[in-house]
């Protein structure tokens, strides 16, 4: 059968959304060969990992067949009843206008709705936008996947959705964070990064909701012959981080690393000996999954959906609370015995977001509703 998908991520944008969306996409064509899978996207960067996605088999690039500002939200339906798909995935929280009164089911992921939760964090004008199509996605797609029980909770919640409509679906991470990188792949990033001896890790945009401040003003607490190595995009947030810093003397101790290519990350998470993750709210957190799969120890927040990513083998703090923190991340670094425990269990647990499993999850989401939609139809 054919299986359109939102492409718009998985053509254009090298980290999160745009992660998640190869990666589904390419283990579908993997495991269920016999499908075509159709991937809509107004443009495509050019870009290594774009192109090595490209020319997965089974997977065809549509671009645009009319012009149109808005193709993406009205004009692609055309374009989708032409290629005779049986299913529509809408990838990123939203679904083409109208598409329920096309005849093709449709299915939508909905990551998360922080926007609702701290929209504070947000523009006014962004808030909008993103309520009205998580909305209208959820009012009329035949199914929602959501990626955490905690965005199930949340969708219930805040749009009123019966809890039967809705199915989680957990994500898994690119497989290059679940082989170990080569002796010499980790000599050469650390000189190219010039990485420190012995660091804890952070990665993510540098944002008020990720709580970098919070493990900053934890660090001066922590074994001072460990280093932060923190991954990530910096916004206005950076200045407070800098200045507190600067305020608590921690300059030397602090190495910021920006635009690190996705191929050297793996490495760069397996030299590290616990991965920080004290982000406010999350919908699922993708780069424990990365760190449980490079067996290092993870410390993280409790409040949202991090429990569910990291399990019952990492340890969990309060979101702001920087002394617990310091506490947290001292009992790992200053104990070799729990450090391997952290790593062998974590290890297993992370097995539960393996690419095949999750495939065949989809799947069978997939031939389900369209099962349930021909029986009503009859």
């Known amino acids: 059968m054919n299986i359109g998908f939102d492409g718009k991520r998985a053509a254009n944008n090298l980290t ?37 996605f490209k020319e997965t088999p089974k997977v065809h690039l549509k671009l645009p067949e009319s012009k149109g500002l808005f193709w993406r939200s009205l004009g692609i339906k055309t374009q989708l009843q032409k290629d005779r798909l049986a299913l529509y995935h809408g990838l990123s ?10 005849g093709i089911p449709s299915i939508v992921t909905i990551h998360d709705l922080i926007f609702i939760r701290f929209p504070q964090y947000y523009g006014f004008i962004d808030r909008l936008i993103y309520k009205f199509k998580t909305k209208y996605a959820c009012k009329h ?8 029980e905690r965005t199930k909770q949340d969708i219930i919640e805040l749009y009123n959705i019966a809890a039967n409509k809705i199915e989680v679906i957990y994500q898994s991470c690119d497989d290059s964070f679940k082989l170990p990188a080569t002796e010499a792949l980790q000599e050469q990033v650390k000189k190219n990064y010039t990485l420190p001896d012995q660091y804890i890790l952070n990665v993510g945009t540098i944002e008020q909701r990720k709580n970098l401040l919070t493990l900053i003003k934890a660090l001066k607490n922590v074994n001072s012959d460990y280093k932060l ?6 916004t206005g947030y950076f200045t407070l981080v800098e200045n507190e810093i600067e305020l608590l003397g921690l300059k030397d101790r602090v190495l910021f690393l920006q635009h690190v290519p996705f191929t050297d ?8 000996t616990a991965f920080i993750y004290p982000s406010l709210y999350e919908g699922f957190g993708i780069p424990i ?3 449980l799969y490079c067996k290092v120890p993870v410390v993280a927040a409790r409040g949202s959906c991090l429990e569910e990513a990291g399990g019952e083998s990492s340890l969990y703090i309060a979101p702001e609370d ?7 991340i001292n009992k790992i670094l200053d104990n070799p015995e729990l450090q391997m425990e952290m790593k062998e269990k974590g290890s297993a647990y992370v097995q539960k977001f393996n690419n095949e499993d ?10 389900k509703t369209l099962h349930n939609i021909r029986t009503i139809r009859k």
């Open 16 to 52: 999160g959304l745009g992660n998640y969306s190869r990666s589904l996409i390419a283990h579908l064509a993997k495991h269920f060969p016999q499908n075509q899978y159709f991937v809509y996207s107004p443009k495509v960067k050019d870009h290594p990992q774009i192109r090595l």
């Open 93 to 102: 929280h939203e679904l083409p206008i109208g598409i329920h009164k096309t």
């Open 141 to 148: 797609a035949n199914r929602i996947i959501a990626i955490s």
């Open 229 to 234: 190595v923190v991954i990530g995009k910096k």
């Open 265 to 272: 990350l793996p490495a760069i998470y397996q030299l590290a």
């Open 289 to 291: 999954i990365e760190a």
């Open 322 to 328: 920087d002394k617990a923190l310091a506490q947290a």
């Open 358 to 367: 999750i495939s065949a999850q989809l799947m069978q989401l997939y031939l």
